[in-house]
């Protein structure tokens, strides 16, 4: 069932009073449900949730109109400069990985750009294509729908999206970000741990099943495979990472 509210805040508050009998699981978002809890209390914190697999993630990218005069992120980057805060730039949400993104960067490459944030990928795109806003802090995915009408200038991954092998990654540019908004599973904290193992394997079947990843990757999307023997080093990193970077940013005290 679909429970709204609160970026997922409820539906993730409520998981631990459902049965951990192994039919009901949860889908979890990073950062939310690291950036959410950190921010005030909204009924759970990140180590409540059982998350035990990450099976994809929307990697960030800087995205601009096809007809834009910015050829490449260097074109970016030397009007950010030259113009402070005049370059405008639609994100979704705010304390959201296109807005950790987005101040991330501006940190590591000496900018001040200005975010816009909007609810959801959906309605930054609209901005974005409207001209209301010069660039968007975005994903891959965005590419993926949006084919022609807009071209990204980088993308935070370890190497080049398959879907995009023109588009340069951050890294290859000298700015050391990978990341964006990751996708996972939960199950309530009273599942057992031959439950928990039971559901980590089952999805990894479905992750790596060559139809599947195709049609991830055909819709801009990268490939994650941690289950739940893995998940406990993963999610102190990303928790180590987003709070620093939160922190950092004045999002959380």
Do not use: C
């Not at 996708?183 to 309530?188: D, E, N, Q, V, Y």
């Amino acid at each position: 069932s679909y429970q709204p509210g609160g970026g997922g805040a409820v539906g993730w508050a409520s998981l631990n009073g459902l049965n951990g009998d192994g039919q009901t699981i949860m889908g979890v978002n990073l950062p939310h449900i690291i950036i959410k809890p950190a921010q005030k209390n909204v009924g759970f914190k990140t180590d409540d949730l059982n998350t035990f697999y990450m099976f994809h993630y929307t990697p960030d990218a800087i995205v601009v109109t096809a007809d834009s005069p910015y050829q490449t992120l260097a074109d970016l980057v030397a009007d950010a400069k030259a113009n402070p805060g005049q370059v405008t730039m639609s994100g979704s949400g705010k304390a959201s990985a296109n807005h950790l993104a987005q101040i991330k960067f501006d940190k590591l490459a000496g900018t001040l750009t200005t975010y816009v944030p909007f609810k959801g990928t959906g309605a930054a795109v609209t901005a974005l294509l409207g001209k209301q806003t010069v660039a968007e802090w975005g994903y891959t995915t965005v590419g993926a729908k949006q084919g022609d009408a807009v071209r990204m200038l980088a993308v935070a991954m370890e190497n080049r999206h398959p879907l995009f092998p023109d588009v340069p990654t951050f890294k290859e540019l000298g700015y050391d970000m990978t990341g964006g908004a990751y996708r996972g599973i939960a199950l309530p904290n009273s599942a057992s741990a031959e439950t928990t193992k039971m559901w980590s394997d089952m999805i990894a079947e479905i992750n790596t099943d060559p139809a599947f990843q195709k049609k991830m990757l055909d819709g801009g999307f990268a490939m994650l495979d941690v289950d739940s023997a893995g998940m406990k080093d993963f999610m102190a990193a990303r928790v180590e990472e987003y709070l620093k970077d939160a922190r950092e940013a004045g999002l959380i005290k």
